[in-house]
């Protein structure tokens, strides 16, 4: 690895800002409008799209399509071959929900694009039946109520790729370290909050087993919004109910307080506000019905990219790409790498005490090494440690990069806050 070619730069401390003149904790609020100072932390939000979003069905699919294809190249010609399956679209269907069941109307329409090697000499690899048959067993698996004979319509678009990106991608078969396909970016950091950790902990415990079999009621289509403030933190929560597990009016009522009341225990959370879907109406008998369990069924759209980052969370509070990562492949597309390469870097530095919180921030020039940076920039929040061994630590990492696609592949959950113990 050429040393010359990059530079790792370090900040401490992380937040940098101004400090109001008249006020200890710089802000001021008025009629729930707060202003304060950039290194204020009172304030955060975040949110989690759940396992039966339209987006995350999108996101998971995707990615699990990329995995079953880079397992089906290992496995045939013992390396992994050009491919990124990254775009899908899920046109949401029509459905008439009702007390004790409803039915579909129109079923929901499930399209993927992309690129992949089709053919390996005379061997012709059945990229589309692959594509297909996983988002199918992903959706039984998955997604309970939903019938993926007659409730769902999946389409793959995907086609070969271009010549010049095709053999930047085969160099790695080669034997030569992967060169980057793109100019992107990456973007990571650890730990996570308590707020974000909270979210992931309550969309996990709605969409555990042991939930769905004692609360049959529950969707998959779960949505949770955290907003913490000075003095309180709320919990806003979408759930899409299964129909025919609903009698009446009286009975979704005491359904969502039976829920409310189950996350408070579950999670121990007693001094939170929890809301639970919203927007229903009581007085008009307006409310979060569904046949499947997940909105798509009635003209929620999703798309890649649009949901979770790939720690699970969307945190405007904190740094993040807006790269979509899933169903790009794991061995040169840098903007899967490298949002990987940051998260579990700073969860890294972490862990191993060097700093009280790490934001790790990483850029890749295309044709490039994959493990040659333009720029490696990491801020952190009370240095613990010399910053030489912090240095050590992330050149031994970088090295490890051109064989980083078997922890993305095998250990395709690793990324999970090891706090969150659902």
């Given at each position: 690895m050429?040393?010359r070619?990059?530079?790792?730069f370090?900040?401490?401390?992380?937040?940098?800002?101004?400090?109001?003149?008249?006020?200890?904790?710089?802000?001021?609020?008025?009629?729930g409008i707060?202003?304060?100072?950039?290194?204020?932390?009172?304030i955060?939000?975040a949110?989690?799209?759940?396992l039966?979003h339209p987006?995350?069905i999108?996101?998971?699919?995707?990615?699990?399509?990329?995995?079953?294809?880079?397992?089906?190249?290992?496995?045939?010609?013992?390396?992994?071959?050009?491919?990124n399956?990254?775009?899908?679209?899920?046109i949401g269907?029509?459905?008439q929900p009702g007390?004790?069941?409803?039915?579909?109307?129109?079923?929901?329409?499930?399209?993927?694009?992309?690129r992949a090697t089709f053919?390996m000499?005379?061997?012709?690899?059945?990229?589309e039946?692959?594509?297909?048959?996983?988002?199918?067993?992903?959706?039984k698996?998955n997604?309970?109520n939903?019938d993926?004979?007659?409730?769902i319509?999946?389409?793959?678009?995907?086609?070969?790729?271009?010549?010049?990106?095709?053999?930047?991608?085969n160099?790695?078969?080669k034997g030569e370290?992967?060169?980057s396909?793109?100019?992107?970016?990456?973007?990571?950091?650890?730990?996570?909050?308590?707020?974000?950790?909270?979210?992931?902990?309550?969309?996990?415990?709605?969409?555990?087993?042991?939930?769905?079999?004692?609360?049959?009621?529950?969707?998959?289509?779960i949505?949770?919004?955290?907003?913490?403030?000075?003095?309180?933190?709320?919990?806003?929560?979408?759930?899409?109910?299964?129909?025919?597990?609903?009698?009446?009016?009286?009975?979704?009522?005491?359904?969502?307080?039976?829920?409310?009341?189950?996350?408070?225990?579950?999670l121990?959370?007693?001094?939170?506000?929890?809301?639970?879907?919203?927007?229903?109406d009581?007085?008009?008998?307006?409310?979060?019905?569904?046949?499947?369990?997940t909105?798509?069924?009635?003209?929620?759209?999703?798309?890649?990219?649009?949901?979770?980052?790939?720690?699970?969370?969307?945190?405007p509070?904190?740094?993040?790409?807006?790269?979509?990562?899933?169903?790009?492949n794991?061995?040169?597309?840098?903007?899967?790498?490298y949002?990987?390469?940051?998260?579990?870097?700073?969860?890294?530095?972490?862990e191993?005490?060097?700093?009280?919180?790490?934001?790790?921030?990483?850029?890749?020039?295309?044709?490039?090494?994959?493990?040659?940076?333009?720029?490696?920039?990491?801020?952190?929040?009370n240095?613990?440690?010399?910053p030489?061994?912090?240095?050590v630590?992330?050149l031994?990492?970088?090295?490890?990069?051109?064989q980083?696609?078997?922890?993305?592949?095998?250990?395709?959950?690793?990324?999970?806050?090891?706090?969150?113990?659902?």
């Open positions: 050429n040393n070619n990059w530079n790792i370090f900040q401490d401390p992380l937040f940098i800002g101004f400090m109001n003149k008249k006020s200890n904790i710089g802000m001021h609020k008025h009629n707060l202003i304060e100072s950039i290194s204020a932390e009172g955060e939000i949110e989690r799209k759940g039966g987006d995350t999108c996101d998971l699919i995707t990615e699990q399509i990329s995995v079953e294809l880079s397992k089906y190249y290992l496995k045939e010609f013992g390396a992994i071959m050009h491919h399956v990254d775009k899908a679209l899920l269907g029509q459905s007390y004790k069941g409803g039915k579909i109307i129109l079923p929901i329409s499930l399209i993927f694009a992309g053919q000499e005379d061997k012709k690899i059945p990229v039946e692959i594509a297909v048959e996983t988002a199918k067993k992903w959706l698996e997604i309970r939903l993926t004979y007659t409730g319509e999946i389409t793959s678009k995907i086609r070969m790729g271009s010549n010049e990106l095709v053999e930047l991608f160099r790695f078969g370290i992967p060169l396909n793109d100019t992107s970016f990456g973007v990571g950091y650890f730990p996570t909050s308590i707020l974000e950790d909270t979210i992931i902990e309550i969309e996990t415990l709605l969409n555990r087993p042991e939930t769905k079999e004692k609360f049959p009621f529950v969707g998959e289509d949505k949770v919004m955290g907003v913490k403030n000075p003095d309180r933190t709320n919990f806003t929560i979408a759930i899409a109910m299964v129909d025919k597990y609903i009698f009446d009016l009286e009975d979704y009522v005491s359904k969502i307080n039976l829920i409310r009341e189950y996350i408070q225990s579950s121990n959370l007693k001094d939170v506000i929890i809301d639970i879907n919203t927007a229903d009581y007085s008009r008998e307006s409310i979060y019905l569904t046949v499947t369990g909105s798509a069924e009635n003209g929620d759209d999703g798309q890649v990219g649009r949901g979770n980052r790939i720690n699970g969370l969307i945190t509070y904190q740094p993040m790409s807006l790269e979509a990562t899933s169903g790009k794991p061995v040169s597309h840098i903007g899967k790498i949002n990987y390469f940051a998260m579990d870097l700073s969860r890294l530095i972490v191993n005490n060097f700093s009280e919180k790490a934001n790790v921030f990483i850029v890749s020039q295309i044709g490039k090494p994959i493990n040659e940076p333009q720029l490696l920039h990491i801020k952190l929040k240095i613990m440690a010399d030489e061994k912090i240095k630590l992330v031994e990492q970088l090295k490890e990069l051109p980083y696609w078997k922890k993305i592949i095998f250990e395709h959950e690793f990324l999970i806050s090891p706090k969150i113990k659902i």
